[in-house]
């Protein structure tokens, strides 16, 4: 499954962080380090598994169902309404 | 709030286009024609220019690096622009001037006297603004000093100060401030300024050294020689427009602050989200131009985005 950015969506980075913004209605949204680089890999046309690989190659993840934090936020990430699946 | 002829480019504007723009901001009822360059008394029609403005009962004011030649010195001496023509002289340290600039500065300043309120604009972290009292003193200009930022510019590569100078420049700023201010002499603060840059024990020093100190972000509006309208000089790379597909002022301002504003509230840092300054706009979080260019980076289709929202939101899309 491809996602991408809401058509209103734009984004920039703050550190690890990353700030999003709706330039319809104003509404941001704060994502946290791991989200955030859930965000990149999506934009990058990664897949699921390959965002988990970068989110376990980057945060110590022992013992925590990254696959399944992963296809979480995307969830939330769809119910926003930020991206869609193309 | 102003309302700017700036002329960015080697490009002169004509005088029909003058007369245009001289036409919306009487149809605005805006008081002020401001000229600003590039360096506005180099365009050969600058003395036709301003007598076009005062014809229209609009107050005159030149930002300048008041290098005027002998022929703008003459017209600027006389009485019917006294009035209604003024000033805002762009002043650098007397280090980083060159030849014979100090005294064709001091020649200027001296027709000028108190229709001229000194300019400096920060571009380095290493200033001192002290030498501004013995100018105001010895010309008798207006006992005030306008402070810009060096802010980038969204979309083009130019100089300008990091966010982490900022905070020195603050501290360095308020110091000399103490100074201007036991001379008398008051700061007005350009846009762009934020108030993270002074030490929250040291507000006190702003509200008696300024005139209104503010940390606002609004749309001043420039035009160019072709008319083109922009929001903002750091904004002058996106959301260009022509001004006469607006009726007046406030229609264009209302056009630009559909979307503007949203990204203005989000401020320049990374804290501005959470700062309480900001949740209560007391201050804009610095240069919008600081974010959008964070936000051009990141993502390629921002302008497009951008542009498309600001169309839809004003009602002005096809």
């Known amino acids: 499954m491809a996602y991408r950015s809401n058509d209103d969506i734009t984004w920039k980075h703050q550190g690890k962080e990353m700030l999003l913004v709706n330039l319809a209605n104003g509404a941001y949204f704060k994502l946290d380090a791991p989200s955030a680089i859930i965000w990149s890999g999506l934009m990058d046309g990664q897949s699921n598994a390959e965002i988990v690989e970068v989110i376990k190659d980057t945060f110590n993840t022992q013992g925590a169902d990254v696959a399944g934090d992963v296809k979480c936020q995307i969830g939330a990430m769809l119910k926003e309404n930020i991206i869609r699946e193309v | 709030m102003r309302d700017d002829l700036a002329g960015h480019s080697t490009d002169m504007i004509s005088l029909e286009n003058v007369q245009t723009y001289i036409d919306f901001l009487v149809r605005s009822n805006y008081p002020a024609l401001r000229l600003l360059g590039g360096e506005p008394t180099i365009h050969p029609q600058f003395t036709d220019i301003v007598d076009m403005g005062l014809q229209a009962g609009r107050n005159i004011v030149v930002f300048t690096n008041a290098l005027w030649s002998n022929r703008v010195l003459e017209y600027l001496a006389q009485d019917r622009t006294r009035a209604n023509v003024k000033f805002v002289v762009n002043i650098h340290e007397k280090k980083n001037r060159h030849g014979n600039e100090t005294d064709r500065v001091e020649k ?62 603050g501290e360095r700023l308020l110091d000399q401030l103490e100074i201007l201010e036991q001379n008398d002499i008051l700061a007005e603060f350009d846009c762009g300024w934020q108030l993270c840059m002074f030490q929250e024990k040291r507000y006190g020093t702003l509200f008696k050294a300024t005139n209104n100190f503010n940390a606002s972000c609004i749309s001043i509006i420039d035009v160019g020689p072709d008319l083109t309208a922009w929001p903002c000089f750091p904004l002058s790379g996106l959301l260009n427009v022509k001004l006469t597909d607006f009726q007046n002022r406030e229609e264009l301002i209302r056009y630009y602050d559909s979307t503007l504003p949203f990204l203005r509230r989000l401020g320049s840092t990374d804290n501005c989200t959470d700062c309480k300054y900001g949740r209560r706009d007391q201050c804009s979080g610095g240069c919008m131009a600081r974010s959008i260019r964070d936000f051009m980076e990141a993502d390629n289709d921002f302008a497009a985005k951008l542009e498309r929202n600001v169309e839809r939101a004003s009602g002005r899309s096809a």
Do not use: W
């Not at chain 2, 000028?112 to 290493?126: D, S, V």
């Not at chain 2, 603004?129 to 930022?149: S, T």
């Open chain 2, 108 to 169: 200027s300043l001296a027709v000028g006297g108190g229709r001229t309120m000194l300019g400096f604009n920060i571009y380095q972290r290493f200033f001192n603004l002290r030498f501004v009292i013995d100018l105001i003193n010895r010309f008798k200009l207006q006992r005030k000093v306008r402070l810009g930022l060096s802010n980038p510019i969204a979309g083009k590569s130019n100089a300008f100060l990091q966010g982490k100078e900022l905070y020195a420049i």
